[in-house]
């Protein structure tokens, strides 16, 4: 029978990381990577939403209630990051999170990848290998350049609800989001399944989702799922740099 690897994957450097890292610690949950910006860091703004969805950003909390339901978008400074994450993998996210589909020249993307990428390698003293698709906006142009800076492995956004490693690691879609309703449920059915190759529960969101207070979008059911994870110890939790740069590429 195949194995079973499941990863956790955080967008943005937000403060709300540093509660995120207590809890998986508390679990003895290594297993996670956190994707930053590095020409954001220390930026701090809110963001407003919409039932679970954050559409607007802003830089000063507004005063008067109106549409929106607004929460801390603060990034955690630079100097920090070597502290707060130590222990984690850290990845690129876009040094001002571009939407990479619109990036034209090979300048562009050197100033919004390839500066990003060597800047968080320095400041965590390791080699960032991984990238995740600001927005999910992924093309060929993107991966070519991704696979000529060394990068290893990239994420979208588009939750598939399913188990398989993807078969191409610059095209990852993630299993689910922390806040879908059936978590829970697509991690049982995960234990629950049995198959000849390895299977992969890949779960991503924002730290500052865990704010809005919501039935399926609380800190209290962040915990719960990660108590739930760190019960199984059959289930190999790791960074998302070991699903692709480790002794794991031998699984089968």
Request: hydrophobic share 30%.
């Amino acid at each position: 029978m195949g194995n079973k690897f499941l990863t956790f994957s955080f967008d943005d450097g937000l403060e709300q990381d540093k509660k995120i890292i207590q809890i998986l610690k508390r679990y003895h949950l290594y297993g996670a990577t956190f994707n930053l910006n590095s020409g954001l860091l220390g930026y701090r703004q809110y963001i407003g939403r919409i039932g679970k969805c954050g559409i607007r950003e802003v830089q000063t909390k507004p005063e008067k209630r109106d549409l929106f339901s607004y929460h801390e978008h603060f990034r955690i400074p630079q100097n920090e990051i070597k502290l707060i994450y130590e222990g984690y993998e850290i990845a690129s996210h876009g040094r001002m999170h571009e939407y990479t589909n619109a990036i034209k020249s090979e300048k562009e993307f050197d100033q919004c990848v390839k500066e990003d990428i060597k800047k968080l390698s320095e400041l965590v003293n390791e080699q960032v290998v991984g990238f995740v698709y600001p927005f999910g906006a992924c093309n060929s142009r993107i991966k070519d350049y991704l696979k000529g800076q060394g990068i290893l492995y990239a994420r979208g956004i588009k939750s598939g609800k399913k188990f398989n490693f993807p078969s191409d690691p610059y095209e990852i879609q993630p299993t689910c989001h922390f806040t879908d309703k059936t978590l829970f449920k697509l991690f049982d059915r995960f234990l629950n399944t049995e198959s000849e190759q390895d299977m992969l529960f890949y779960v991503w969101g924002h730290g500052y989702e865990f704010d809005f207070g919501t039935k399926d979008s609380n800190w209290e059911r962040f915990e719960k799922f990660c108590e739930c994870v760190g019960k199984h110890r059959e289930i190999a939790c790791v960074k998302n740099r070991e699903l692709f740069y480790s002794d794991v590429n031998d699984r089968n």
